[in-house]
């Protein structure tokens, strides 16, 4: 039933991916970035530094969900032993550091402005440096140990112990007394952000999905060259 994530069987279809993805990423990119710098309006209380949001929004929230697909992905290998989903694990995690380290970056340059700091010890921001910390370990792991199957389930353990960190960023603002304001976009239709804002934010999150893909259908197409060399080696 896993026969069809056999990485030999869609190794042609990782090459069409890319090719689709790299012909249109800069038209939605162009109209992204429209939208975000010239079409949305200035923030009647922060300026034009809310346009900083466009980045940090969906960096963290790429972040969140690359690192509670790795988690879910752990669980499945210690279920099912598939070293397919090692390679997309191992696949998706550098993209999910990148993204953590923008959002805090990002995060730092709009504080500066709206908080009057670049840095302050806000429950959001110290459990954002966490996640990215569990990120560097289970980079490493798989980097480092040896022998290989040892670094898999050192690495799933991390992930798995590491996922208990997302739902305490997540509601860090309503536990705590943080700098950060709740949540402005929920799934239950009560977001109070305005439309001329939501649009290039998904725009914007758009842009930035079809980027992972892109960078993840590079890795896992590395990730599989790598084991089919070290399978030739072998014989």
């Not at 710098?37 to 980045?55: A, F, K, N």
């Not at 090692?86 to 995690?93: E, P, R, T, V």
């Not at 380290?101 to 959001?124: H, M, N, Y």
């Not at 569990?134 to 898999?152: C, D, H, M, R």
Request: proline share 4%; with cysteine.
């Amino acid at each position: 039933m896993f026969d069809v994530l056999n990485p030999s069987k869609i190794f042609t279809w990782i090459e069409k991916l890319i090719k689709f993805i790299n012909s249109i990423f800069f038209i939605l990119l162009l109209v992204a970035l429209t939208f975000a710098l010239i079409v949305s309006p200035p923030d009647y209380l922060q300026g034009d530094s809310v346009r900083i949001m466009y980045i940090h929004v969906p960096s963290s929230w790429i972040g969140l969900a690359s690192f509670t697909c790795i988690a879910l992905i752990s669980v499945l290998i210690f279920i099912f032993k598939m070293k397919n989903l090692i390679l997309i694990a191992k696949s998706i995690a550098p993209i999910g550091l990148v993204f953590t380290c923008l959002s805090i970056i990002t995060g730092s340059i709009w504080g500066k402005p709206t908080w009057g700091t670049w840095w302050a010890w806000d429950a959001r921001i110290v459990s954002m440096v966490v996640l990215g910390i569990f990120y560097i370990l289970f980079i490493l792991s798989n980097k480092f140990i040896e022998p290989e199957s040892k670094a898999t389930k050192i690495s799933c353990i991390i992930a798995i112990f590491g996922f208990i960190n997302i739902p305490i960023i997540k509601y860090s603002v309503e536990w705590w007394n943080t700098l950060h304001q709740p949540a402005s976009i929920k799934i239950d239709g009560t977001s109070s952000i305005h439309s001329s804002m939501l649009m290039p934010l998904v725009f914007m999150l758009l842009v930035f999905l079809l980027y992972c893909a892109l960078i993840f259908l590079m890795k896992y197409k590395t990730e599989i060259i790598r084991i089919k060399k070290k399978n030739l080696k072998r014989i």
